[in-house]
């Protein structure tokens, strides 16, 4: 990292582009980080890294200015002229893609899970710290508008004493999963816990505190999958909540995406939040409106009347996956803290591990001789 702060240092005076290698170019690399590091200032795209030839052409219309290699091996035979490696791959590949990473010097962002197993997770973060090597990853759900939303409700009072939280992130695709995540095992990363679950499970956490799994569903229903395809947990929160989370590829009419109760009043909140749909569709980081959620959309607080007094309106944070990035470039420029301390991540996986466990555990059909603690 050649023009990074150290892990203590000061911010560096005009300090240059941070030089950024993406490594993958299917839907992660070029919807959720590409556009970004492309926006932001603090970073220059320097290094694509795919093998497939069509995403490679894609890759050149989009970033002419990105130098394009077939294989990770290539980037690190030389990496002196990169600062960061953003790792956009399939789950399988993120532990030894990260390692080599750090072992090379050079600050690391991991998609979720950046690790399949709690070991492969506490390695990486004992390695990263010995040799004092920025290391993140990639929860940029902490950014969408509902999840501000909430947090700023109970931020503020006005979702005080939270009794239950319910967390919902369902769609409908009976077409099954695109490729690697049809074919993916539990072994690998592959299932609906460690992709959308990363995330609710996240966002339990980082607004209730610590929790154990009280109870759990775990199925496979799309006969393409590999893994399952449909979860429910209860999470037991040290702090008194209870958090319902559903998780679900196959819900043709999904539920509430928040549900919040408290002895005294109650939010909902219908639909996701509208970033992926809108950089899928084109938008960019910049466009007018970006983040910003219609009202037809808002959640409602209050209490159900009969009188027609009830919930009212809330006007929403606006959604800011650009917020990760800000976050990321003032840490590596000033050495504070990361936008996602990876010892976060690791607590997901190692609940997302004991549900498998259960799950073998009670006999249901599953992966044993693949579970990666079975």
């Avoid at 926006?39 to 290094?47: G, I, M, N, T």
């Avoid at 909140?269 to 219609?294: M, S």
């Avoid at 209490?303 to 606006?318: L, M």
């Amino acid at each position: 990292m050649n023009h990074l702060a150290s892990p203590h240092g000061a911010p560096p005076h005009d300090a240059p582009p941070i030089r950024t290698a993406l490594l993958g170019f299917g839907l992660s690399g070029r919807v959720f980080h590409a556009p970004f590091l492309e926006a932001s200032d603090a970073f220059v795209l320097s290094v694509i890294v795919t093998g497939d030839p069509g995403r490679q052409a894609e890759a050149r219309r989009l970033h002419p200015d990105a130098r394009i290699l077939a294989t990770p091996a290539e980037l690190f035979e030389a990496p002196g002229d990169i600062d960061l490696v953003v790792i956009g791959t399939p789950p399988a590949s993120h532990f030894g893609l990260a390692l080599a990473a750090i072992q090379a010097g050079i600050a690391v962002l991991v998609d979720k899970p950046f690790a399949v197993t709690t070991a492969e997770g506490e390695q990486l973060i004992t390695l990263a710290d010995e040799r004092g090597v920025p290391l993140t990853v990639f929860q940029n759900r902490r950014f969408d508008a509902d999840y501000l939303t909430v947090k700023k409700l109970v931020d503020d009072g006005r979702l005080a004493g939270v009794t239950r939280f319910e967390s919902r992130f369902e769609g409908f695709k009976p077409e099954g999963a695109r490729a690697w995540k049809a074919d993916a095992t539990i072994a690998e990363g592959g299932g609906i816990l460690f992709d959308l679950g990363t995330h609710v499970i996240d966002q339990a956490l980082q607004l209730f505190g610590p929790a154990e799994v009280a109870y759990s569903e775990v199925a496979t229903r799309h006969p393409r999958s590999s893994a399952p395809d449909d979860a429910f947990l209860v999470l037991q929160h040290a702090s008194g909540v209870t958090s319902h989370l559903w998780m679900n590829s196959l819900a043709a009419q999904p539920g509430a995406r928040f549900r919040v109760l408290t002895p005294q009043t109650a939010y909902t909140k219908w639909g996701l939040d509208g970033q992926e749909a809108a950089l899928k569709g084109g938008a960019l980081p910049g466009d007018d409106g970006f983040g910003a959620e219609p009202p037809s959309t808002w959640g409602v607080l209050g209490v159900e009347s009969a009188n027609g007094d009830g919930p009212q309106p809330v006007a929403p944070e606006r959604g800011d996956y650009a917020g990760f990035y800000r976050l990321l470039g003032e840490a590596l420029a000033t050495g504070g803290p990361l936008p996602v301390d990876p010892r976060d991540a690791l607590r997901v996986i190692g609940l997302i591990e004991e549900v498998h466990r259960t799950k073998l555990d009670r006999g249901e059909p599953g992966e044993a001789a693949e579970q990666p603690n079975a």
